[in-house]
Structures are given as C-alpha cells and as structure tokens.
C-alpha cells in the first residue's frame, strides 16, 4: 500500500519536475552564479574571474557600483599597459565590505595595484555594509568545484527567480541592474535620457547629516595594511553630475577628498578628485552612474592626473 502510494506521489511529480528541467534549460546561459553570498552582482562577478582559472592578477579595482560601472576598463589598460586586470565592483558594496574584498583579493591574487572608486555615498549611512564572508568568497574561487559550490548553496527560488532576470541585466545596458561584463569585469551603464528613471536623476547625495566619520578610519585602515603589502592604493573621487553640483556641494566635495588624501598620501597612495571640473548631464545614466562616454573620460582624466609614486 505504501509502495502504491509512492509511485503515484512520484508520477504526480515528474511533470512539475520536467517542467521545472525545461525551464531550467531554457535559461541555461543566464542561470544565476552560486549564491556564496546575500549580493547577485558580486555572486555573478566572483564565477566571472574563477572562470579566467582564476589568474594572477597586476591590477584590481574593488568596490561599489561606482567603481562597477564608472571605471573604464579601456581607459584603465590604456593607462597602465598590458597588465591583467580585473573589476570587481559590485552593486551596494560597504566600505568596510570592499576593505575586506580588497585584502583578501589581493592576498589572493598578488596584485600590486588597486583602484578603489567611491563618492559620498560610501562614506555615509546611505550605504551601510553588510554582512559578507571573505571565507566563503575566497573558498568558492579558489577551492570549490562550481558544482560543489551549488549543492553549498541550494536555494531552488533565488535560482528560479533570478535566471529570467539574468537575460535583461546581462543584455541591457539601458537596466539598472546591466551586468554584462566586459572582458575585464566592467559594466558601464548607458540609459537614453528617455529611459532614465526620474527618482534615480533627481536623487541628492547625502547630506552632512548623513556621514559617518568612522568610515575615513576604514579608508586608512585599508591604507595602512596595503603599505605594509607594498601595494599602492589609488583612490578615484566619482564626480556627481553638473546639474545637481552647487557651491556648498563642490565645498563638501573637497573637504571629503582633502580628508582622504591626508590619511592616504602620506602612506604612498594617492587620491584623485574628479570635481576640478564641470561633468555634463549628458554623460550621466543618473544622478552618480556615468554613461559609456562619461565613465572613459572620467577614467582617463583621473588616471593622467596620478602623482609619480615615490621611492
């Protein structure tokens, strides 16, 4: 009787599960990265490089979306050369979660350059870190078989839901959410402004109020434990667009970025400001996410305006 059962429970499910099987196939390119952590963007990026080998790297660049989407992978290898370089910025990045990002990635893969991009935002209450587990980051690219990963991390609805959602984020750059990757791990945004989402345009940095002064600690932190590496940090100002700037923003800007370079500069590194000239809306997705043309020109210009390092 309870065999009969079984088989009958077992043949009710077989269609639900075969339909599941060609669902799954259907979307067999975009099906979502392991779920090594809470992030999709940083989930997608870290099966990115594990799928290089993962290779030695010379240059990194780690953060928020800011360094995602605004660092220009064609501006970075024009300034620096052939070198192996990857992006690993990512969506809603901390800064205490790109510190942590930034020194297992290097411990790991022996880069000697790293690029961090960050404006306000990252400095304030605006863009809290969360909860990440460099262990399980590092476990899952250096050790982990892609299919011991997934049985790790079997959360059937996170995977169903997001496949779908995968066609769009990898295809279009006009979506917020474009994770289509360029060779190097870059995804500059490029939003026509009739596609633009109106809250995202007009949105504002956040206000003084908004800071949190122990997050220039985590920046020298970072700094100090890269120096004793021998590892040269260099830390971009994301510019914020023309048609919000105004005098008492241009004046925070520069506070902001004469904070960073008085703990950073003295250990080797250097920090670049962008805001030392107008950016135009036009070369903006929203308010902060430059455009295609934006983020070359914002690459290049704060990179040709490195000091030489010191001895």
Known sequence: MVNRFLKEVILLCLPILAGVALYVFHYRDTFPAPRVSDNLSLNEKLRFYKATGPMPLDVIAVGSSMTLNNLNSRAVLEHFGPVRYVNFGTWGQGLANTRDMVLALQARTGARTVLVCTNLMEFS??????????????????????????????????????????????????????????????????????????????????????????????????????????????????????????????????????????????????????????WPDEEYSDYSHLNGPGAYRFTAACLSDLPTPGP
Request: charged share 25%; proline share 7%; net charge negative.
């Open 125 to 278: 209450s605006e863009l809290p870190s969360l909860p990440l587990d460099t262990g399980q980051v590092t476990r899952y690219v250096w050790k982990d078989a892609e299919v011991v990963a997934y049985v790790r991390t079997h959360q059937v609805a996170y995977y169903l839901r997001n496949m779908e959602a995968n066609v769009i984020r990898r295809r279009d750059a006009a979506n917020y959410e474009f994770l289509g990757f360029d060779a190097h791990g870059g995804a500059t945004l490029d939003v026509p402004p009739e596609q633009r989402a109106p809250a995202r345009w007009d949105k504002q940095p956040p206000g003084p109020h908004d800071m949190v002064d122990s997050l220039y600690g985590v920046a020298e932190d970072l700094g100090r434990e890269l120096a004793a590496r021998q590892v040269r940090l260099i830390w971009l100002h994301s510019p914020f667009r023309h048609g919000i700037m105004n005098d008492a923003l241009r004046s925070r800007v520069r506070q902001h970025t004469e904070r960073l370079r008085a703990a950073l500069v003295p250990l080797g590194h250097a920090v670049v400001d962008a805001d030392d000239q107008p």
